[in-house]
T-cell receptor, first 116, second 115 residues
Framework: AQKVTQAQTEISVVEKEDVTLDCVYE???????LFWYKQPPSGELVFLIR??????QNEISGRYSWNFQKSTSSFNFTITASQVVDSAVYFC?????????????FGTGTKLQVIP | DAGVTQSPTHLIKTRGQQVTLRCSPK?????VSWYQQALGQGPQFIFQ???????QRGNFPDRFSGHQFPNYSSELNVNALLLGDSALYLC??????????????FGPGTRLTVL
């Protein structure tokens, strides 16, 4: 069975501060995908990143960076120099890749509030 | 390039009624998945359709059923509505490429309220 834990329920930071959102996962599969999605107040889930379990290389995209550590089953997300527009609920997710089809399991989300 | 669209945006029903939600996938996608998101929770997988067949199903009762049409659009039907069915219903589409499903992209959701 898959499980994703986002222990941080809510985080508040002041604009321009850096913030890290934690994600810990559990799976018995050796091949899986990890994701981060952003959900603004409008409700639509916005895809941010997908990471294959075989690729532990960290990734940076503008102010966003992701740290994947298989040894600790973690896939943490850092926003550098946060902005008010970053305020949203962020979900970490995991999917097994059996038979080529994904069955995505989401965490409970971390609500980020960036205060101007 | 049109993204995933869902209709209606909001819906109010009473207990015992039946509801149908609709989803059109992103252009070029052939797979549709449905999720239920209760307030303050993460999305929960309901089921997935590919080639007009249900391929995978989460832990949801048979009251939840679906359909995929030849144009890849999909419907989610819920019978005998319960108060606990009140939630945001999200549709996600993706493409199966060489037997492997690519990333799922989500629509804006349908907010269902059961009174």
């Amino acid at each position: 069975a898959q499980k994703v834990t986002q222990a941080q329920t809510e985080i508040s930071v002041v604009e321009k501060e850096d913030v890290t959102l934690d994600c810990v996962y559990e799976t018995r599969d050796t091949t899986y995908y990890l994701f981060w999605y952003k959900q603004p107040p409008s409700g639509e889930l916005v895809f941010l990143i997908r990471r294959n379990s075989f690729d532990e290389q960290n990734e940076i995209s503008g102010r966003y960076s992701w740290n994947f550590q298989k040894s600790t089953s973690s896939f943490n997300f850092t926003i550098t120099a946060s902005q008010v527009v970053d305020s949203a609920v962020y979900f970490c997710a995991l999917s097994e890749a059996r038979r080529g089809y994904q069955k995505v399991t989401f965490g409970t989300g971390t609500k980020l509030q960036v205060i101007p | 390039d049109a993204g995933v669209t869902q209709s209606p945006t909001h819906l109010i029903k009473t207990r015992g009624q039946q509801v149908t939600l609709r989803c059109s996938p992103k252009s070029g996608h052939d797979t549709v998945s449905w999720y239920q998101q209760a307030l303050g929770q993460g999305p929960q997988f309901i089921f997935q359709y590919y080639e007009e067949e249900e391929r995978q199903r989460g832990n949801f009762p048979d009251r939840f059923s679906g359909h995929q049409f030849p144009n890849y659009s999909s419907e989610l039907n819920v019978n005998a509505l319960l108060l606990g069915d009140s939630a945001l219903y999200l549709c996600a589409s993706s493409l199966v490429n060489r037997g492997r499903e690519d990333t799922q992209y989500f629509g804006p959701g349908t907010r269902l309220t059961v009174l």
